[in-house]
T-cell receptor, first 116, second 115 residues
């Protein structure tokens, strides 16, 4: 079975500072993908970044980067230069190679609040 | 930019009534999904659909639930006899394929309230 754990229910960060949102996972699959989604208060789910289990480099997308530590089974999201618009729920999710049809398993989420 | 569209955005229904939630996935996508998010909780997988049949379903997706792709563009979730605990945000998602590195594109959600 696959499991995603996000241990930080809420985080605060000062505008323009960097913040790390934690995500650990558990899977017996050799190949898997890790995703981060942002959910603002309006409710939609916005894809941020992807990391494959065999990718040797950490993924980056603009201000988002993923600190992937495979041996520790962690895939932490780093947001640099936080902006007020970054205030939202953030979900870590996983897809395994044996997931028929490619379903995503989500963590509990972390609510990020950016202070001016 | 293509997007997944869900209707309605909000639905209030009486307990025991049937509801149909509608989705129009991105046109060239092959995999379709429904997820549920009870208020303040995590997003939970309900069902995946490929090649006109269910490819996987979760324990939540019991006999009260069904999915259909009636006309090649719409993808619907039907709840036959709603219960109070079905109140949640329901997300439709689609992917061009089911491989590891393909993101799922989510609709904006339908907030279902059962009273």
């Amino acid at each position: 079975a696959q499991k995603i754990t996000q241990t930080q229910p809420g985080m605060f960060v000062q505008e323009k500072e960097a913040v790390t949102l934690d995500c650990t996972y558990d899977t017996s699959d050799q190949s898997y993908g890790l995703f981060w989604y942002k959910q603002p208060s309006s409710g939609e789910m916005i894809f941020l970044i992807y990391q494959g289990s065999y990718d040797e480099q950490n993924a980056t997308e603009g201000r988002y980067s993923l600190n992937f530590q495979k041996a520790r089974k962690s895939a932490n999201l780093v947001i640099s230069a936080s902006q007020l618009g970054d205030s939202a729920m953030y979900f870590c999710a996983m897809r395994g190679i044996y997931n028929q049809g490619g379903k995503l398993i989500f963590g509990q989420g972390t609510e990020l609040s950016v202070k001016p | 930019e293509p997007e997944v569209t869900q209707t309605p955005s909000h639905q209030v229904t009486q307990m025991g009534q049937e509801v149909i939630l509608r989705c129009v996935p991105i046109s060239n996508h092959l995999y379709f999904y429904w997820y549920r998010q009870i208020l303040g909780q995590k997003v939970e997988f309900l069902v995946s659909f490929y090649n006109n049949e269910i490819s996987e379903k979760s324990e939540i997706f019991d006999d009260q639930f069904s999915v259909e792709r009636p006309d090649g563009s719409n993808f619907t979730l039907k709840i036959r006899s709603t219960k109070l605990e079905d109140s949640a945000m329901y997300f439709c998602a689609s992917s061009p394929d089911g491989v590891l590195n393909t993101e799922a594109f989510f609709g904006q959600g339908t907030r279902l309230t059962v009273v």
